[in-house]
């Protein structure tokens, strides 16, 4: 994997459905409050899912304040679709493939089957979802990398400015839940959710000075096969990085709640992550 160059500092963000979102977007929000505005200093953003969608917005030219307000204030909020799962036959179909996978890129390559023939909202509904969400549809000057999964191959896609794939579309892709939302459609290919090889993805960031890995799930890896969260960061310690991870504190966990794909948990827990982000002291370490 090429490391990035002349990056002194990378912004690692996490998957973790709306709640995610709102989340990272508070902590963010907090930090900048006492003087730790990250967004501003960020050379490189690394994004899985939840956080594709921050990467995005971070790069749209929009301050922080005006994010966060997009998370917060009704009129603001991006048009969401209540998540309908089908917690009788996915749990089944994914516990399945997960018993008999004989390893790693199988299973992937199984969950990439369960993603195509589900039963989910169309395609394009789903696109304008994520296009909604995104001040922006074009990829900022800044560099930012987004995480997918080709849906058959069972590979991980990097999505960049030199992708030629537009910015809405790598969005949908990183953010395409198996089972729950659509599979994206990019050159005849179908990705779904970068979340599948890892939540955070954080070896992508390997070459920086200093890495800020904000992980709404808590480090917590879905999938068998998944690196844990722990020795990635040990990795990139080893090779010379200085590391802060941010995960949830109690009261953000409360206010993202049980479900992350519910859009009533973006208020609550943009709030509990600013009051979360105000709190902190960067431990780069």
Same mark, same amino acid.
């Given at each position: 994997?090429?490391?990035?160059?002349?990056?002194?500092?990378?912004?690692?963000?996490?998957?973790?459905?709306?709640?995610?979102?709102?989340?990272?977007?508070?902590?963010?929000?907090?930090?900048?409050?006492?003087?730790?505005?990250?967004?501003?200093?960020?050379?490189?953003?690394?994004?899985?899912?939840?956080?594709?969608?921050?990467?995005?917005?971070?790069?749209?030219?929009?301050?922080?304040?005006?994010?966060?307000?997009?998370?917060?204030?009704?009129?603001?909020?991006?048009?969401?679709?209540?998540?309908?799962?089908?917690?009788?036959?996915?749990?089944?179909?994914?516990?399945?493939?997960?018993?008999?996978?004989?390893?790693?890129?199988?299973?992937?390559?199984?969950?990439?089957?369960?993603?195509?023939?589900?039963?989910?909202?169309?395609?394009?509904?789903?696109?304008?979802?994520?296009?909604?969400?995104?001040?922006?549809?074009?990829?900022?000057?800044?560099?930012?990398?987004?995480?997918?999964?080709?849906?058959?191959?069972?590979?991980?896609?990097?999505?960049?400015?030199?992708?030629?794939?537009?910015?809405?579309?790598?969005?949908?892709?990183?953010?395409?839940?198996?089972?729950?939302?659509?599979?994206?459609?990019?050159?005849?290919?179908?990705?779904?959710?970068?979340?599948?090889?890892?939540?955070?993805?954080?070896?992508?960031?390997?070459?920086?000075?200093?890495?800020?890995?904000? #992980?709404?799930? /808590?480090?917590?890896? %879905?999938? !068998? +096969?998944? @690196?844990?969260? &722990?020795? =990635?960061?040990?990795?990139?310690?080893?090779?010379?990085?200085?590391?802060?991870?941010?995960?949830?504190?109690?009261?953000?966990? #409360?206010?993202? /709640?049980?479900?992350? %794909?519910? !859009? +009533?948990? @973006?208020?609550? &827990?943009? =709030?509990?992550?600013?009051?979360?982000?105000?709190?902190?002291?960067?431990?780069?370490?």
């Amino acid at each position: 994997m090429p490391e990035p160059a002349g990056v002194a500092e990378a912004l690692v963000l996490g998957g973790g459905g709306l709640g995610g979102i709102a989340w990272i977007t508070g902590v963010l929000a907090g930090l900048a409050d006492e003087g730790q505005d990250v967004t501003a200093t960020a050379d490189l953003i690394v994004g899985t899912s939840a956080g594709s969608t921050v990467g995005a917005q971070l790069g749209s030219g929009l301050g922080i304040e005006e994010l966060y307000a997009r998370q917060t204030e009704p009129a603001l909020q991006s048009a969401e679709i209540m998540a309908e799962i089908d917690f009788e036959g996915l749990p089944d179909r994914l516990a399945a493939v997960l018993q008999t996978a004989p390893d790693v890129e199988e299973l992937r390559r199984a969950v990439g089957v369960i993603a195509r023939d589900a039963e989910t909202v169309p395609e394009a509904t789903r696109r304008e979802v994520i296009a909604s969400r995104l001040p922006s549809h074009e990829w900022p000057e800044r560099a930012l990398k987004f995480v997918a999964v080709d849906a058959e191959t069972g590979q991980p896609r990097l999505f960049d400015r030199e992708s030629g794939v537009p910015l809405v579309d790598a969005v949908a892709a990183s953010c395409a839940v198996p089972g729950v939302w659509p599979t994206t459609t990019i050159d005849g290919r179908r990705y779904y959710d970068g979340g599948v090889p890892s939540c955070e993805n954080v070896e992508y960031a390997a070459g920086a000075d200093r890495v800020l890995v904000i #992980a709404p799930l /808590g480090g917590t890896q %879905l999938f !068998p +096969g998944q @690196r844990e969260l &722990a020795d =990635a960061i040990a990795e990139l310690r080893d090779g010379g990085a200085r590391v802060a991870l941010v995960v949830p504190d109690e009261a953000s966990l #409360a206010a993202i /709640g049980p479900n992350a %794909l519910d !859009p +009533g948990t @973006r208020a609550p &827990a943009a =709030a509990a992550g600013r009051e979360q982000g105000r709190s902190l002291k960067l431990d780069w370490r």
